[in-house]
């Protein structure tokens, strides 16, 4: 059985830096496309980048320049990272991580990153 775990997240203030991590186990996650969400309060769920096998990454557009994402395929496992800087107050969300495995949506629970001074 597939899970996604994140972590990762926290306080930090405007300028401040994160990273977050999303460890993907339980199927062979190593050639799908893996994937950073996040949702702010009262907001719908947005996709701010999103990373394929051989590690091309594309960011949306408000976050790049300051997002960095990159991932690592290990035998059992696979590891995301977003590596964030310059994080400003409307960052504040919890950041989730997904991919799909043979037609199946997988979702981490979310870590929250919180934005202030």
């Known amino acids: 059985q597939g899970q996604l775990v994140e972590s990762g997240g926290g306080l930090v203030q405007p300028g401040g830096s994160l990273r977050l991590s999303c460890v993907a186990s339980?199927?062979?996650?190593?050639?799908?496309?893996m994937v950073w969400y996040r949702q702010a309060p009262g907001k719908r769920r947005e996709l701010i980048a999103a990373?394929?096998?051989?590690?091309?990454?594309?960011?949306e557009s408000s976050v790049e320049g300051r997002f960095t994402l990159s991932r690592v395929n290990a035998k059992d496992t696979v590891t995301m990272f977003l590596d964030m800087t310059n994080l400003k107050p409307d960052d504040t969300a919890v950041y989730y991580c997904?991919?799909?495995?043979?037609?199946?949506?997988?979702w981490g629970q979310g870590t929250q990153v919180t934005v202030s001074s």
């Open positions: 997904h991919t799909n495995y043979l037609f199946r949506d997988y």
């Open positions: 339980g199927r062979n996650f190593s050639g799908g496309i």
């Open positions: 990373i394929d096998s051989a590690g091309t990454a594309s960011l």
